[in-house]
Structure formats: C-alpha cells, structure tokens
C-alpha cells in the first residue's frame, strides 16, 4: 500500500509538472474556431452587447487564419475589423458587429443567409 501512494504522489507530480511546462497555446476562443477549419464559420457581435466582447471575438477569427491558411483560405488581419453592419468576408469565414444589443435580429440573418448563399452556391 504504501508503494502505491508514493507512485501516485509521483504521477500527480509529474503531471503538475507537464501542464506547467506546457507551451501557451494562446486564445481558446481562436483555437476552438480553428478546428471548425476547413468549415465555414460566421462570426456575429454586436457592439451594445455587454455579454460579449465584439474585438475579441473578431480577433479569434484572425488568430484562426493560419489553420484556416492550411487550406488555402486568405487571412483576417488584426487591423481589418470591420466597422460597424458592414460584414467582412475572407473566403469561407466572415466576421461582422452591428449596432445593438443581446440579440439576434434581421439584419444577422440577412448576412448569415448572404453568406451561406455566397458559399453554396459556387
């Protein structure tokens, strides 16, 4: 019984050890819209919208690019974000932020059936 203790006390050990000498693998949000690559994806923020965070939103987008780049899709540049209800569309991604609040409206489904026109239709 006691040997078994110390291997446990061993491996949990180690493995504090391995997550703190694991690299920083940066944005969650970014690493999850990466494995949606080669996927379409349509970002949507709004700017009253105090549940969100619409620059960093838009920035998981373009820390996104180079898995999306993999496949051959163009980048989001960091200074590229779109002003206000005017999407940005970068192959199959598209990002936009329109004035209001908590919600979705009209206007998202308007771009969302846009784009998935623009992508299903080639």
Same mark, same amino acid.
Do not use: C
């Given at each position: ?44 923020? +709004? ?21 999306? +780049? ?23 991604? +598209? ?28």
């Amino acid at each position: 019984m006691e040997e078994g203790a110390r291997g446990g006390e061993y491996a949990r050990h180690r493995a504090g050890l391995a997550l703190a000498d694991a690299p920083d693998l940066g944005d969650p949000a970014a690493l999850l819209l990466a494995l949606i690559a080669p996927r379409a994806l349509y970002v949507a923020s +709004a700017d009253e919208d105090l549940w969100s965070d619409p620059r960093g939103e838009f920035l998981s987008q373009v820390h996104a690019s180079p898995v999306y +780049a993999l496949f051959g899709e163009p980048a989001m540049a960091a200074d590229e974000m779109p002003p206000l209800d005017r999407p940005l569309v970068a192959g199959r991604r +598209a990002y936009h932020v329109r004035s209001g609040g908590h919600n979705l409206t009209p206007y998202d489904w308007d771009r969302f059936a846009d784009f998935a026109d623009r992508i299903w239709r080639k």
